[in-house]
Structures are given as C-alpha cells and as structure tokens.
C-alpha cells in the first residue's frame, strides 16, 4: 500500500502493529465504525493520528481490504476520505473474481 511506504519506518510499524492489535480483540481505540460498510483503524504516533479506512469481505472468511489511509488532521474523518473507500470497495466487489 503506497500510503504505508510513504511513512517514516517508526510510524509504518506502529499502524501494523495497530492492525494487528485490532485482528485479535475489539478495541474502539484501534478500529471504529464509520458506517455500514467502512471501518476506521485509528493509530496514533507521535502527535499524528494515521489511518486506514477498510471493509471486511465476508465471503472470503473474514477478510479486511484496508482501501487507503491518510493523515487525519481533525477529528472527524472528511467525508471524501468515506466516499473514496466505498468506491474502492464497489470497485473491488465488482472486479473481484468468483470463487468456487
């Protein structure tokens, strides 16, 4: 993901690490729920706060698409951050080659 090579490697390993947190337990610090489809994981690292939006494909036996991430600089997320993943997630959905 070109949003997580961008970061500083310090930065880069502690959202992974958020990531990873968040797959093993539910914790509203490190994943919120935007909406219907979108999810937030929320990682906050020396005064940024770093996030990736993602949706889960449930078919896929719980799989989370992680769709882009950002620097979120206030403290709601901007509704274009929201449509831009629910784009990517029509355009993965529709893209996405059936399985067996």
């Known amino acids: 993901m070109e949003f997580l090579m961008e970061l500083p490697m310090a930065a880069r390993k502690k959202v992974l690490y958020n990531v990873e947190r968040a797959s093993e ?10 909406d219907t489809d979108i999810w937030e ?6 005064g940024m706060q770093y996030r990736l939006l993602a949706f889960w494909d449930k078919q896929a036996s719980r799989l989370v698409i ?5 620097i979120k600089k206030t403290d709601k997320v901007p ?11 029509e355009r993965y959905f529709t893209e996405k080659p059936n399985r067996p």
């Open 66 to 70: 992680a769709t882009h991430g950002f």
């Open 41 to 46: 994981f929320r990682t906050q690292y020396h």
């Open 79 to 89: 509704g274009s951050e929201i449509q831009r993943a629910h784009k990517l997630r």
């Open 25 to 34: 337990r539910n914790d509203p610090e490190l994943m919120k729920k935007l």
